[in-house]
Nanobody
Framework: QVQLVESGGGLVQAGGSLKLSCAAS????????VGWFRQAPGKEREFVGG????????YYADSVSGRFTISRDNIKKTVYLQMNSLKPEDTAVYYC??????????????????WGQGTQVTVSS
């Protein structure tokens, strides 16, 4: 089992920055991927980006590429989502998710086995 806990959400003005954290506990990650998703009110949960635990390769959705950066700290077993140049349309609940035993970064919700509880990000105009 893997437990994921997000933190770092909050209210920020458009153009500002926030850094979310996803702390993992339980089974060690090894060959795995951690993804970030977000869900705005009335919308489907969408893939934001992800990172491979071994190697640190990342992949981003077009909507956040160039503004968001995902990184990880192997010792702390924590994945970060640095969000810059935030826009009101980035307002959503942000979730991290983990997939064990993979060599790829899944982009679909169904590709992940473990989920955090989510953290609210609100960007005011």
């Amino acid at each position: 089992q893997v437990q994921l806990v997000e933190s770092g959400g909050g209210l920020v003005q458009a153009g500002g920055s926030l850094k979310l954290s996803c702390a993992a506990s339980g089974r060690t990650f090894g060959s795995s991927a951690v993804g970030w998703f977000r869900q705005a009110p009335g919308k489907e949960r969408e893939f934001v980006g992800g990172i491979k635990w071994i190697g640190g390769n990342t992949y981003y959705a077009d909507s956040v590429s160039g503004r968001f950066t995902i990184s990880r700290d192997n010792i702390k077993k924590t994945v970060y989502l640095q969000m810059n140049s935030l826009k009101p349309e980035d307002t959503a609940v942000y979730y991290c998710a983990a997939k064990l035993g993979t060599i790829a970064i899944p982009r679909a919700r169904s590709g992940y086995d473990y989920w955090g509880q989510g953290t609210q990000v609100t960007v005011s105009s």
